[in-house]
């Protein structure tokens, strides 16, 4: 992940332990950073126990209480959604985190129980305990990252979370093409376009996203396919049929694009746009 390293090697030091005449300072120096530590330490939980603490912003608060009690601080985060989800637009992501975790403890548990040789009927009642909770996180966590893409927010982390929890996501595959997209990788984001289509070949939206980036890259020909295909399932569309007339002019394809002006007519005559399609 932090791409490839090339060491070079330049001399060579043979392998001896130190005395201590060679590390008294260092040593010296540690034991004293380390007494340091300990005294603050001590003395940050002395005053931390006696003070009364009031936190302010209630989302660092949830987080603090979330230090302590993971339950008890995923139920604030999702009261302050409830109550009020302006708060912090990534406010399902912080729940949709939680519950991930909550999924993979259980998950965790699960596994160490049914790696056991043999196991009494209280692991197995556990095991299928086990097994609800880690699907209602899950599904819980799901919900909660889809919550946030909602709220137009396109988080590449959150979105690989969702897409792991969820790898035939639809939402979240659009989502994941539209941000591929825009950090200029076509290729990627067409193909997670066509990875949509053959899920769901009625998704007018994955056609024409994927028609405007064609567009944008001078693929004139997959644009006139993806508009095409979604034009004959939104048949009332008039912006669509301009962009098809754009492409299809691209193309110097004149006849095709003075049919779909002629359909563009019949819908919606007065349509400026249609007038600029027809100059």
Do not use: C
């Amino acid at each position: 992940s932090y791409g490839y390293h090339i060491i070079r090697v330049l001399e060579h030091k043979q392998a001896h332990t130190a005395t201590l005449a060679e590390v008294r300072d260092q040593v010296v120096r540690d034991v004293t950073a380390e007494n340091e530590s300990a005294r603050a330490d001590d003395w940050y939980r002395g005053v931390r126990a006696t003070a009364d603490v009031v936190v302010g912003p209630p989302v660092v608060n949830a987080f603090m209480i979330q230090e302590s009690d993971s339950d008890k601080g995923l139920a604030e985060f999702e009261r302050l959604y409830a109550e009020r989800k302006d708060l912090d637009v990534y406010l399902p992501y912080y729940i949709g985190q939680l519950y991930e975790a909550k999924a993979n403890a259980a998950e965790s548990e699960r596994t160490k129980l049914e790696d056991l040789d043999a196991r009494t009927a209280e692991q197995e009642t556990r095991i299928s305990d086990l097994k609800a909770l880690e699907a209602a996180s899950a599904e819980r966590a799901i919900a909660a990252y889809e919550a946030l893409l909602k709220n137009d927010v396109s988080d590449e982390v959150a979105l690989t979370r969702l897409l792991a929890l969820e790898p035939g996501n639809l939402d979240g595959m659009l989502a994941m093409a539209q941000l591929l997209a825009e950090q200029g990788d076509s290729n990627a984001a067409q193909a997670q376009y066509a990875s949509i289509l053959e899920a769901n070949p009625q998704s007018t939206a994955a056609m024409i996203a994927s028609g405007d980036l064609a567009q944008k890259d001078a693929d004139y020909a997959l644009a006139k396919q993806r508009f095409e295909e979604a034009a004959k399932l939104l048949p009332g569309d008039v912006g669509l049929r301009i962009k098809l007339v754009n492409v299809l002019l691209a193309l110097d394809d004149t006849t095709g694009a003075e049919t779909v002006v002629q359909a563009i007519r019949q819908i919606d005559p007065s349509n400026a746009r249609l007038l600029v399609a027809e100059g």
